[in-house]
T-cell receptor, first 114, second 113 residues
Framework: GESVGLHLPTLSVQEGDNSIINCAYSNSASDYFIWYKQESGKGPQFIIDIRSNMDKRQGQRVTVLLNKTVKHLSLQIAATQPGDSAVYFCAENAGGTSYGKLTFGQGTILTVHP | NAGVTQTPKFQVLKTGQSMTLQCAQDMNHEYMSWYRQDPGMGLRLIHY???????DQGEVPNGYNVSRSTTEDFPLRLLSAAPSQTSVYFCASSYSKGYNEQFFGPGTRLTVL
């Protein structure tokens, strides 16, 4: 079946730097993408989403970029803080009959050093 | 609002035992779902429901049953637990099954011996 994967399993950055977390997806029918943050011992927390009719979407300190040509998704975190340390997951929804069914990637561990 | 709540937080079962993981939400969300998360992996969809009385299978439904008698509750039943079902289970809900943020519960860590 189709799957969502990540290029890098771990990412270490210094406080104040910008972070970029990447995600590759293989299902060309996917039309909705979400980034989640998961802190240790907690459930995933919604960060930002983007529909396939958009290339970029910005939130507070976060930006998601979607490149449908190469099936690539990225999450940019500006001025990364120690509180951003967590596992980040991308997820895709294929729409149509798969409406509402999310497929998650493996996750990237982000560690922010003070 | 309490959001999405799950009980218990931890559970240890012996092979062959049955149990029910509870999930409740107080946001009047139509859509609810159950995921399992195994070490080093993302979440995989077990079952989901688009409203009271309606359920459907996800990616890994075998060994699990669900029902949705009310909008608020979506219990997950393990009929005969197996070691392969050792995992962390998350319940999630959203206003609808479409382009909407899914809210996740805190999870239930299940160990099957």
């Amino acid at each position: 079946g189709e799957s969502v994967g990540l290029h890098l399993p771990t990412l270490s950055v210094q406080e104040g730097d910008n972070s970029i977390i990447n995600c590759a997806y293989s299902n060309s029918a996917s039309d909705y993408f979400i980034w989640y943050k998961q802190e240790s011992g907690k459930g995933p927390q919604f960060i930002i989403d983007i529909r396939s009719n958009m290339d970029k979407r910005q939130g507070q300190r976060v930006t998601v970029l979607l490149n449908k040509t190469v099936k690539h998704l990225s999450l940019q975190i500006a001025a990364t803080q120690p509180g951003d340390s967590a596992v980040y997951f991308c997820a895709e929804n294929a729409g149509g009959t798969s409406y509402g069914k999310l497929t998650f990637g493996q996750g990237t561990i982000l560690t922010v050093h003070p | 609002n309490a959001g999405v709540t799950q009980t218990p937080k931890f559970q240890v079962l012996k092979t062959g035992q049955s149990m029910t993981l509870q999930c409740a939400q107080d946001m009047n969300h139509e859509y609810m779902s159950w995921y399992r998360q195994d070490p080093g992996m993302g979440l995989r969809l077990i079952h989901y429901s688009v409203g009271a009385g309606i359920t459907d299978q996800g990616e890994v439904p075998n060994g699990y049953n669900v029902s949705r008698s009310t909008t608020e509750d979506f219990p997950l039943r393990l009929l005969s637990a197996a070691p392969s079902q050792t995992s962390v289970y998350f319940c999630a809900s959203s206003y609808s099954k479409g382009y909407n943020e899914q809210f996740f519960g805190p999870g239930t860590r299940l160990t099957v011996l």
